[in-house]
């Protein structure tokens, strides 16, 4: 067996446990994973994905602008204190 070292990294608890989840499903740990990725940089000398902004269309960017809004200022907006209510006016407003 190859000598081996060890990396303590730092990462959020839940992206550890999505991590893991999603790894133990593709048969591997987050060693393998980490190993495998490291082999990757090595053979490609780049990091081997693409790292991106994400882009978004009209309509989720006018949905972010809306959502930051109504967070801002929630007193302007119409709040339910759960989707029953907000079905019976739905339904109320249709008849």
Do not use: C, W
């Amino acid at each position: 067996m190859a000598k081996t070292t060890s990396m303590n990294i730092r990462i959020e608890p839940k992206l550890k446990e999505e991590v893991e989840e999603i790894l133990k499903d593709l048969g591997m740990n987050i060693a393998d994973a980490v190993t495998i990725y490291f082999k990757q940089i090595v053979l490609t000398d780049s990091i081997p994905l693409q790292i991106k902004r994400p882009r978004f269309n009209k309509e989720t960017l006018e949905a972010i602008k809306e959502a930051d809004e109504i967070m801002k200022h929630p007193e302007d907006y119409k709040s339910y204190n759960n989707v029953y209510e907000m079905l019976e006016e739905i339904d109320d407003e249709e008849e």
